[in-house]
């Protein structure tokens, strides 16, 4: 790449050189016609899918026809309004131009999974479900990100189905349950176990009293 402020100082004549007045105007232009430079450059090399960023992205994307608030209501985010960084929208943009020009056969649909979901999937055909392609997981375990399986878009023909099934296992958890009798009183008192989980659940564990000296402990429901 040329450097302006280089060339310009190559070109003066010997009598011209080393001085500090000339040296700063030459400096000055210098900088100037660099700028000029990365400029063109920039618009030459960052406005293709795979190199382009911010603003430029965006551009890709009203080519495309998926602005960057659409990628981000694809990607299934919970917020009301979300805005995909540039790697992530620059995938959706990937996925919006393979969809728009692919012929849905079977190694297009796989083509259109591994750009969200790198980890192996088996294909077969149920003769209960005619017109379904299903794709099942290995074993998974709970840090496999399994959503982004599951919430990734898909290509797929008219009137073709497309079943995911992910295979989860989680880890067994075990905990004592103390139960602790007062004396002088007609009940009892049980210690419920913390269970870790990925997600805070809270609600009341209220005693229900039956019949005599028994009461009996609903616990509440808990949403998976």
């Known amino acids: 790449m040329p450097d302006y402020v280089e060339l310009l100082r190559g070109d003066l004549v010997e009598q011209f050189k080393e001085k500090p007045v000339i040296d700063a105007l030459v400096s000055a232009i210098g900088e100037q016609l660099n700028d000029v430079r990365r400029f063109y450059e920039d618009l030459r090399d960052r406005r293709g899918l795979q190199t382009s960023m911010g603003q430029q992205l965006d551009g890709v994307g009203d080519i495309v026809v998926l602005s960057r608030l659409e990628a981000g209501a694809l990607a299934c985010i919970n917020e009301s309004v979300y805005v995909l960084d540039d790697e992530?929208?620059?995938?959706?943009?990937?996925?919006?131009?393979?969809?728009?020009?692919?012929?849905?056969?079977?190694?297009?649909?796989?083509?259109a999974l591994r750009m969200f979901w790198p980890k192996p999937l088996y294909y077969r055909e149920d003769p209960a479900e005619p017109a379904t392609m299903v794709f099942e997981t290995d074993m998974l375990s709970p840090e496999d990100d399994v959503p982004k399986l599951l919430?990734?878009?898909?290509?797929?023909?008219?009137?073709?189905?497309?079943?995911?099934?992910?295979?989860?296992?989680?880890?067994?958890?075990?905990?004592l349950l103390t139960v602790e009798g007062l004396m002088g009183r007609g009940y009892t008192s049980t210690v419920l176990p913390e269970i870790p989980v990925a997600e805070s659940m809270e609600d009341t564990v209220r005693p229900i009293p039956a019949f005599r000296n028994i009461t009996q402990t609903k616990l509440p429901e808990m949403e998976e």
């Open 88 to 111: 992530s929208y620059r995938r959706y943009l990937i996925f919006k131009v393979w969809k728009n020009t692919n012929n849905c056969t079977y190694h297009d649909v796989i083509k």
């Open 151 to 175: 919430n990734a878009p898909l290509i797929k023909a008219a009137g073709v189905g497309i079943k995911v099934i992910a295979r989860t296992a989680s880890p067994e958890m075990m905990d």
